[in-house]
Each structure stands twice: as C-alpha cells, then as structure tokens.
C-alpha cells in the first residue's frame, strides 16, 4: 500500500487485496502435481502478504495457516519444487524467512527492489526504507545464510539527485555486494506525484549515471560469478537443443537473471535438475560441466 511518488499502480489498482492462503498452497500443490519444477512468489509487495486481511486463519490440507509471509513461505518449501520469492519489501518480519533458506525449504533468493540509497532522494520517492538499516539487515541475512542471492533494481537521475547522492548510491553498492542488480533511468509516468519534483536531472546526464552505476555492478557481478568457479551446484535446465543446454541455479530466476550454459550437453531434457561443476564466468553467466 505504499504510493511511491514515481508509480502509480496504486492509485490505479488501489490497496493491496491478498487472496486467502488456502487458494494460493491449493493453486501451488496443484501445479507442482502437474510437473512444474519452480514456483515464482510474485506480487506488488510480497511480503505484505496478509496485511490486509489481520492475518485471517485459512485452511490447507486439513489444517489451520495464517494468512502471512512467512507461513506462505513455510508451506511452499514442503513441496517438491524450487520455491522463489519476488518483490519482497525489506519489513523486519522478512528475517523470519531467511532460516527457511538455510534449511532448504526455499531458495536462498530475495529479490528486493531498494531504488535508491540516498535518504533524501528516498525521501523524495517515498520509499520505506535507509540504507544504513538496509545494510545491517544484508549483514544478519548473510550470517544466517550464507548462501543467498540478493537481487535489487534501482533508479538513477530521480528528479533532483545530485552527484552526492548518486555518490551515496555507488558507495551502497561497494557495501552490499549485490548479486543481481537493474537500474533505470528515472521516467515521468503520467500522473505520478514526481513529475511535480524540482531539478530533473538531464537526459544525457541521467543515461552517463546510468553507465557508472552499470560499470560498477558490473564488475561486483564479475568478481562473484568468478567466485563459483570450481564450485558444485544443482541447475535446473530451461532449454536444450543441438549446441547444449542452458540451466539456472537457485540464484538466478528465470528471464531477469543470468544463466548456466552446458555446451554440447544434448542428454537432458527441460525440467530436469542436474548436478554441476562451475568452469568459466563473465559478469552475468556461468558454464559448466555435468558431474560424472
């Protein structure tokens, strides 16, 4: 239910409307019955889930679950598929969760959509959040697991950001260490309160930004994905076809991420999950080799 000065979803769509837990697990039990591999958690503020309804009781499989985040979260990871959570809004109950992916009931991913780091250009967007506190909580999710991928997207050239707050921005990326990261730059979307902001930021000063912020991340990105060489995971192939075979692991959803290229790995077949040696890297992908 926030209303972000740059968007107008709410506005247009109004307050969030959360669909009982018991229809949501049925729907999910059902998909995975019918051979889905990987369930995407997807809506306009993940982690609100329940909010509006006081956390009502529902039923599923016979017995009482509150309609929450993390009972959502619990349920899911009890089914025989790739559990990922998007859109999740940093709430301090979103620490509950994290346990979860450390004992495997959900993937080790959170995708987070931070937007800025500056407090006066989040202030400016409305956002609910600061970095300072947004880096403390990355720090406690990287004890608990150690394993998890932190996707973000962000904003540049926000009306009236100046090159102390983009300054801000890339400090907070040297600091967090993102893992997956996109970035925009800021666009007058009719009706949003922004438009009215003083100091839009040029266009060709806005897209320069944009190539900082990119060559930073991209470079983080580079050095992290170099990191796994060597390293073992389990992939789940999405296509295959007469050069090899293209997989993800945990850390990478599908479209919006990076990708594992198996070359001239024809043997297997889309929906199967396949045991993997990391051997080569570039700031997005990863290839591989099937383990003997």
């Given at each position: 239910?926030?209303?972000?000065?740059?968007?107008?979803?709410?506005?247009?769509?109004?307050?969030?409307?959360?669909?009982?837990?018991?229809?949501?697990?049925?729907?999910?039990?059902n998909l995975v019955n019918a051979g889905v591999r990987e369930l995407l958690i997807v809506s306009q503020d993940t982690s609100a889930y329940g909010l509006d309804t006081r956390y009502k009781l529902d039923f599923f499989g016979g017995k009482p679950v509150k309609t929450r985040f993390k009972e959502l979260?619990?349920?899911?990871?009890?089914?025989?598929?790739?559990?990922?959570?998007?859109?999740?809004?940093?709430?301090?109950?979103?620490?509950?969760?994290?346990?979860?992916?450390?004992?495997?009931?959900?993937?080790?991913?959170?995708?987070?959509?931070?937007?800025h780091a500056s407090p006066r250009i989040l202030k400016a967007m409305k956002r609910p959040a600061s970095s300072e506190n947004v880096l403390e909580r990355?720090?406690?999710?990287?004890?608990?697991?150690?394993?998890?991928?932190?996707?973000?997207?962000?904003?540049?050239?926000?009306?009236?950001?100046?090159?102390?707050?983009?300054?801000?921005?890339?400090?907070?990326?040297?600091?967090?260490?993102?893992?997956?990261?996109?970035?925009?730059?800021?666009?007058?979307?009719?009706?949003?309160?922004?438009?009215?902001?003083?100091?839009?930021?040029?266009?060709?000063?806005?897209?320069?930004?944009?190539?900082?912020?990119?060559?930073?991340?991209?470079?983080?990105?580079?050095?992290?994905?170099?990191?796994?060489?060597?390293?073992?995971?389990?992939?789940?192939?999405?296509?295959?076809?007469?050069?090899?075979?293209?997989?993800?692991?945990?850390?990478?959803?599908?479209?919006?991420?990076?990708?594992?290229?198996?070359?001239?790995?024809?043997?297997?077949?889309?929906?199967?999950?396949?045991?993997?040696?990391?051997?080569?890297?570039?700031?997005?992908?990863?290839?591989?080799?099937?383990?003997?």
């Open positions: 239910n926030h209303r972000c000065s740059f968007c107008i979803i709410p506005s247009m769509r109004g307050d969030l409307v959360s669909r009982p837990i018991g229809d949501v697990l049925t729907e999910a039990q979260a619990a349920e899911l990871g009890q089914m025989d598929a790739w559990i990922r959570l998007h859109y999740v809004y940093p709430y301090p109950h979103v620490d509950e969760v994290i346990p979860l992916m450390a004992e495997g009931l959900v993937l080790p991913y959170l995708d987070i959509p931070f937007q990355i720090r406690g999710w990287r004890e608990i697991c150690s394993e998890i991928t932190l996707r973000s997207t962000f904003i540049v050239g926000f009306p009236g950001e100046t090159e102390d707050d983009f300054s801000q921005l890339l400090d907070f990326l040297d600091e967090a260490q993102l893992d997956r990261v996109g970035a925009f730059t800021y666009s007058p979307v009719d009706g949003a309160p922004a438009n009215q902001l003083a100091n839009p930021v040029p266009e060709s000063l806005k897209q320069e930004r944009l190539a900082r912020f990119m060559e930073k991340q991209a470079a983080i990105s580079a050095a992290k994905l170099s990191g796994k060489i060597g390293q073992t995971m389990a992939i789940l192939i999405d296509e295959v076809d007469e050069s090899g075979a293209i997989g993800r692991g945990a850390g990478d959803a599908p479209e919006i991420d990076g990708v594992v290229y198996l070359p001239d790995i024809t043997d297997v077949r889309p929906g199967d999950f396949v045991e993997v040696e990391i051997t080569d890297a570039d700031e997005h992908d990863l290839w591989a080799v099937p383990l003997e």
